[in-house]
């Protein structure tokens, strides 16, 4: 059970968790340009507002204010403050994309079903931050190696093994790569291309049958 985890993180379970809607926590992240920059940049590195609004070429005030929101609906989380910020004696606070635990198959399987919701929630906020900034900077169009599909497919008992096993093998075969690649640009004093790769298997959602929205209420005559 291989939900992610960010590199720099080593939290335990609990400790960063935001009680929040998950569908308007991934929604709020990334309707907003500058929002979801600032989720794919912290995705992948510590940062500050100060730094993030160098790269993006933003007032820092704007941006602030975005990670500071970001950070209440529990989407990004404070690491750690250099003095010296913009005001004299201020503190220049550093951000990352909300940690990770690492989840074994045991875990999730004792893992209340709210938290189950928002581990999974956190995944695919992070997929989709990645993947609509992809878009947004055009990196998609220009990516000779793209790789991107779905399929729907039914499954018996057997089957849900056999989808089981071929994660677990896709999970160790990267981590794999990613440790051979990481050997390799080491001794090469590069620091090489970052390709985001996505594990996903669920059990379909079929909205006709879930009574868990809220119903409208009788239109007014």
Known sequence: MDLGMHEDGD??????????????????????PTRLDCLAILILRVASAKEIARDLELEVSH????????????????????TGGQRR????RYYRATALPEVTEGDWLKMPHDCRREMAGRVLQAIVAMS????????MERDDNLNLGWQAVPVDEEGEGEVVDLMV??????TEIKARNKERLEKAGEVGTI?????????RADPAEWDGRLKPGPSAS
Do not use: P
Not at 63 to 80: F, S, T
């Open 11 to 32: 939290e335990k379970f609990g400790q960063s968790w935001r009680a929040a809607i998950v569908e308007l926590a991934i929604s709020y992240a990334v309707n907003h």
């Open 63 to 82: 941006v602030a204010h975005h990670l500071e929101e970001l950070r209440k609906d529990g989407v990004v989380e404070y690491v750690r403050g250099k």
């Open 89 to 92: 004696g201020g503190t220049e």
């Open 132 to 139: 609509l900034s992809a878009i947004r900077c055009q990196t």
């Open 169 to 174: 093998e896709m999970g160790t075969r990267t």
């Open 195 to 203: 390709r985001i790769l996505g594990q996903l298997s669920f059990v």
